[in-house]
C-alpha cells in the first residue's frame, strides 16, 4: 500500500482499517520510532484524502491495540515512547527524557519536611526524627502518566528544595545546585500488579503490571543522599543493563 490516498480493498476492508494499517506498518519498522509523536490529525488527513472522522477512528484502532496513546492536547503519541533507563548510567527522570526527545513534567502529589522514622534514619545516615524532604510526584513525559515517584532526602543537606516548582524541577539537578549530586546507586526492581493507588494516578486497571523500584543514592563522599520509591506502568517503562559472568 502506498502512503498515498487510500482506498477501501473489494474484500471489505473499510478507509478507516487501511490508514491503520500503514501506521501499523510504519510502526513496527522502526519509520515512527517510540519516542516519536504521529503526524497530526489534518497532516494525515491531507496524506491519506480521508476524512478526519476516519484519521480518528483509526487512530483509535492503534489505541485499541496498545500502539498508539493520546498525550492529553498534544496529539498522539507512538505507546512505546516511554521511559528507558541508559545502560549503567545514573540519570535523572529529565535527563532521561530530554535524551529521547520528550518532555518531563510531574504532578506533585506531595512535597514537605517531616521527621525521618527509624528505617528512614538508618537507610540516610541521619539521626531517627530528623528532617527529610518529601517529594511524592506523578511523573509524565508528553503530558502521558508514566510513573509514580516518592523521594525523601535529608533536609540539612539541601536546604531550600521546597522552594522549587517541582511540576518542571529536577530533583537531580537540585542536588547538583546544593553540592551533592547523586554519583552512584543501588537499585532493586521487583514486577508488580497494580494496586488500587497506582491504578489511579497511572491510568490503568487494577492489577495492571507495574514494575516497583526501590533506589538509594549516594553522593561523591559515600553519603546516602536520597531514598526513592517508584512505581512505573509496565508498558511505559524499559530497564537495561549488562550482566558480566564472573570465574
Same mark, same amino acid.
Given at each position: 500500500?502506498?502512503s498515498?490516498?487510500?482506498?477501501?480493498?473489494p474484500?471489505?476492508?473499510?478507509?478507516?482499517?487501511?490508514?491503520?494499517?500503514?501506521? !501499523?506498518d @510504519?510502526?513496527?519498522s522502526? %519509520? $515512527?520510532? *517510540?519516542?516519536?509523536?504521529?503526524?497530526s490529525? #489534518?497532516?494525515l &488527513?491531507?496524506?491519506?484524502?480521508?476524512?478526519?472522522?476516519?484519521?480518528?477512528?483509526?487512530?483509535?484502532?492503534?489505541?485499541?491495540?496498545?500502539?498508539?496513546?493520546?498525550?492529553?492536547?498534544r496529539?498522539?503519541?507512538?505507546?512505546?515512547?516511554?521511559?528507558?533507563?541508559?545502560?549503567?548510567?545514573?540519570?535523572?527522570?529529565?535527563?532521561v527524557?530530554?535524551?529521547?526527545?520528550?518532555?518531563?513534567?510531574?504532578r506533585?502529589?506531595?512535597?514537605?519536611?517531616?521527621?525521618?522514622?527509624?528505617?528512614?534514619?538508618?537507610?540516610?545516615?541521619?539521626?531517627?526524627?530528623?528532617? !527529610?524532604? @518529601?517529594?511524592?510526584?506523578? %511523573? $509524565?513525559? *508528553?503530558?502521558?502518566?508514566?510513573?509514580?515517584? #516518592?523521594?525523601? &532526602?535529608?533536609?540539612?543537606?539541601?536546604?531550600?528544595?521546597l522552594?522549587?516548582?517541582?511540576?518542571?524541577?529536577?530533583?537531580?539537578?537540585?542536588?547538583?545546585e546544593?553540592?551533592?549530586?547523586?554519583?552512584?546507586?543501588?537499585?532493586?526492581?521487583?514486577?508488580?500488579?497494580?494496586?488500587?493507588r497506582?491504578?489511579?494516578?497511572?491510568?490503568?486497571?487494577?492489577?495492571?503490571?507495574?514494575?516497583?523500584?526501590?533506589?538509594?543514592?549516594f553522593?561523591?563522599?559515600?553519603?546516602?543522599?536520597?531514598?526513592?520509591r517508584?512505581?512505573?506502568?509496565?508498558?511505559?517503562?524499559r530497564?537495561?543493563?549488562?550482566l558480566?559472568?564472573?570465574?
Open positions: 500500500m502506498t498515498g490516498t487510500v482506498q477501501a480493498r474484500g471489505g476492508d473499510l478507509r478507516y482499517e487501511a490508514v491503520a494499517r500503514v501506521l !501499523v @510504519e510502526i513496527r522502526g %519509520r $515512527l520510532s *517510540d519516542a516519536a509523536h504521529l503526524p490529525e #489534518r497532516a &488527513v491531507s496524506r491519506f484524502g480521508v476524512s478526519r472522522v476516519t484519521v480518528r477512528r483509526a487512530l483509535r484502532a492503534l489505541e485499541a491495540e496498545g500502539l498508539v496513546v493520546s498525550a492529553a492536547g496529539g498522539w503519541l507512538v505507546r512505546g515512547a516511554g521511559l528507558e533507563e541508559p545502560e549503567n548510567e545514573l540519570l535523572s527522570f529529565t535527563d527524557a530530554r535524551r529521547r526527545g520528550l518532555q518531563a513534567s510531574a506533585v502529589l506531595a512535597a514537605h519536611v517531616r521527621e525521618a522514622t527509624l528505617d528512614e534514619a538508618e537507610l540516610l545516615g541521619v539521626a531517627p526524627g530528623a528532617p !527529610v524532604v @518529601e517529594l511524592d510526584r506523578v %511523573r $509524565l513525559l *508528553d503530558g502521558v502518566p508514566v510513573g509514580i515517584d #516518592r523521594s525523601l &532526602v535529608p533536609a540539612a543537606r539541601a536546604p531550600g528544595l522552594e522549587r516548582d517541582w511540576t518542571t524541577a529536577s530533583l537531580y539537578a537540585a542536588l547538583e546544593a553540592g551533592c549530586p547523586p554519583v552512584r546507586a543501588d537499585y532493586v526492581l521487583q514486577a508488580a500488579a497494580a494496586d488500587e497506582e491504578a489511579t494516578l497511572l491510568e490503568l486497571s487494577p492489577g495492571a503490571p507495574v514494575l516497583r523500584a526501590e533506589q538509594r543514592s553522593d561523591a563522599a559515600g553519603r546516602p543522599i536520597q531514598i526513592c517508584m512505581s512505573y506502568r509496565g508498558d511505559r517503562y530497564f537495561r543493563t549488562t558480566i559472568r564472573r570465574a
